[in-house]
């Protein structure tokens, strides 16, 4: 059974900084590419960063690029994402993601298989 697990949100002032991590188990970590996503109050989920199965970066939304910083440890089963420079609009519930197909990777939520129950993070002004 996969589990994805995050962990690392808060509260946080406009330009400070957060790491986040996801835990995986239940799976092959280092065959999948990984995703986060993130939800505001009232919004659709939207895409943040993925990273592929071996660690290169593949893509950032373009609200994130340059402050928020995706990667992996794939002998520890965790992505992380070091968030910084960070902006009230950034606040919403943060999740883990993969599609599970093996050396493959996605941006579409819809496309997705397997979520955690995400973390909250809040950016107050």
């Known amino acids: 059974q996969v589990q994805l697990v995050e962990s690392g949100g808060g509260l946080v002032q406009a330009g400070g900084s957060l790491r986040l991590s996801c835990a995986a188990s239940g799976l092959i970590f280092s065959n999948y590419a990984m995703n986060w996503f993130r939800q505001a109050p009232g919004k659709e989920r939207e895409f943040v960063a993925v990273?592929?199965?071996?660690?290169?970066?593949?893509y950032y939304a373009d609200s994130v690029k340059g402050r928020f910083t995706i990667s992996r440890d794939n002998a520890k089963n965790t992505v992380y994402l070091q968030m910084n420079s960070l902006k009230p609009e950034d606040t919403g519930v943060y999740y883990c993601?993969?599609?599970?197909?093996?050396?493959?990777?996605?941006?579409?939520?819809?496309?997705?298989?397997?979520w955690g129950k995400g973390t909250l993070v809040t950016v107050s002004s």
């Open positions: 990273i592929d199965w071996s660690g290169g970066p593949i």
């Open positions: 993601t993969t599609d599970f197909r093996v050396r493959l990777w996605r941006t579409d939520a819809g496309g997705m298989k397997y």
